[in-house]
T-cell receptor, first 112, second 114 residues
């Protein structure tokens, strides 16, 4: 089975840095995704990590530690438009199967 | 490309009625996923297809739910009869198995069953 934990809600100030954590216990591991979802909209892809380490993409970075079952999404220079839900999803099945399991999401509120 | 297209965007119906949700995948994407999202349970996978064939339907709640993909350009999710607890946002997502693992989500159908 898959178990994915994220904080329910976080708040931060415009211009600051925020780190959203995700821990997982899965049967096998084949990659971890982060998606962003604005209220009333569809999730959109942010990052995909397969190997340990930090991957940077503009203001957003994603980190993975497979041995610890842990990932975080780092958002720098926060903007008001970054207020959204951030979903962690783990691809736990092996071989040709592809079924990512999503966490409940972390609602990030950015205030002035 | 127009992206994943879903219709209708909003559906309000009465308990007991049949509901059909539609999805048109991105051209060339051969994997299609139906998800349901609620505040209580988050984003849940209902079923997914690969090359029009259902691969895993273990997430389908019960026999009232059925999904089809008659061709590479179209899929439906049907609920018959609908119940108030089916109220949720239903997303269709697609990806190409020859590309990245990124899933592209449609705008969703917000279903309200009264």
């Amino acid at each position: 089975g898959q178990n994915i934990d994220q904080p329910t809600e976080m708040t931060a100030t415009e211009g600051a840095i925020v780190q959203i954590n995700c821990t997982y216990q899965t049967s096998g591991f084949n990659g971890l995704f982060w998606y962003q979802q604005h209220a009333g909209e569809a999730p959109t892809f942010l990052s995909y990590n397969v190997l340990d380490g930090l991957e940077e993409k503009g203001r957003f970075s994603s980190f993975l530690s497979r041995s610890k079952g842990y990932s975080y999404l780092l958002l720098k220079e926060l903007q008001m438009k970054d207020s959204a839900s951030y979903l962690c999803a783990v691809r736990g099945e092996g071989g040709g199967s592809y079924i990512p399991t999503f966490g409940r999401g972390t609602s990030l509120i950015v205030h002035p | 490309d127009a992206g994943v297209i879903q219709s209708p965007r909003h559906e309000v119906t009465e308990m007991g009625q049949e509901v059909t949700l539609r999805c048109k995948p991105i051209s060339g994407h051969n994997s299609l996923f139906w998800y349901r999202q609620t505040m209580m349970r988050g984003l849940e996978l209902l079923i997914y297809f690969n090359n029009n064939v259902p691969i895993d339907d273990s997430g389908m709640p019960e026999d009232r739910f059925s999904a089809k993909m008659p061709n590479a350009s179209f899929s439906t999710l049907k609920i018959q009869p609908s119940e108030p607890r089916d109220s949720a946002v239903y997303f269709c997502a697609t990806r190409s198995t020859s590309g990245s693992y990124e899933q592209f989500f449609g705008p969703g159908t917000r279903l309200t069953v009264l």
